[in-house]
């Protein structure tokens, strides 16, 4: 497993011979999971609860759905089987998808690019890329102990810590260290595994990334309204 850390190209070889995915799918989910656990701990409910409460006045929505909203809220903060289950479930179902969406987008491009798509040998490059999610969580997870505060960043916000909504916090957010290398060991998988060029493997690897992070800074945008 190491060698995705520290010879990614003969790891990937292996893989094109031995397309293994679900000791490195499993070990993401946990270590994404345990991430979640640890940040649940260290949020602050009073400010979340806050924000969402200006945010619901910002667009005048009606007292009475508000104090319903906060009933709802109260009920969740008070019960620690939601507090700390939710964002763990979320987490689980939120990684696989993500996974999935990444390996069907690169297989059904590999064509454009001169592979040939193999969603089994395409869905264990995106499991084994993913295996950064081990020194990721271990890194954020030691942000959150010191800071014992669930607001920590590897991406490109931590040069903006003032920036909270809008398209450029979104975009900035995205631009995480941990992904990029996660993209760059796609990128890898995809030229040693399906034979590609190194230009168009950086290109597609690259490329979805972009096109996700463009994605996700718009959504973010429009769910704060601005």
């Known amino acids: 497993m190491f060698d995705i850390y520290l010879s990614p190209s003969r790891a990937f070889a292996r893989l094109k011979e031995k397309p293994s995915w679900l000791v490195p799918l499993i070990i993401v989910l946990v270590f994404n999971m345990l991430f979640a656990l640890l940040s649940s701990h ?23 759905q508000i104090e319903k909203a906060t009933e709802g809220m109260e009920k969740f903060y008070s019960s620690p089987a939601m507090r700390y289950g939710m964002p ?14 990444l390996a069907v987008i690169y297989n059904v491009s590999l064509p454009l690019f001169g592979g040939a798509g193999d969603f089994k040998r395409t869905w264990a490059i995106v499991c084994n890329a993913s295996l950064v999610a081990v020194p990721a969580t271990i890194v954020r ?3 959150v102990l ?15 810590p003032n920036l909270k909504h ?12 941990f992904d990029f290398w996660k993209f760059m060991l796609i990128a890898i998988g995809l030229k040693v595994v399906f ?27 429009r769910a704060a309204g601005r």
């Open 166 to 177: 809008g398209f450029l916090a979104g975009l900035l957010a995205q631009l995480d260290i």
């Open 42 to 64: 260290y949020v602050d409910w009073d400010k979340q609860r806050q924000t969402a409460l200006d945010q619901m006045r910002e667009r005048n929505v009606p007292e009475e």
């Open 88 to 101: 763990v479930v979320s987490i689980l179902f939120l990684s696989l998808i993500a996974l999935l969406f």
């Open 146 to 160: 010191l800071k014992r505060s669930a607001e920590v960043t590897t991406s490109l916000l931590v040069a903006a």
């Open 141 to 143: 997870g030691l942000l």
């Open 195 to 221: 034979g590609i060029k190194d230009s168009k493997a950086y290109t597609l690897a690259f490329g979805v990334w972009l096109v996700v992070i463009l994605i996700l800074s718009l959504l973010g945008m």
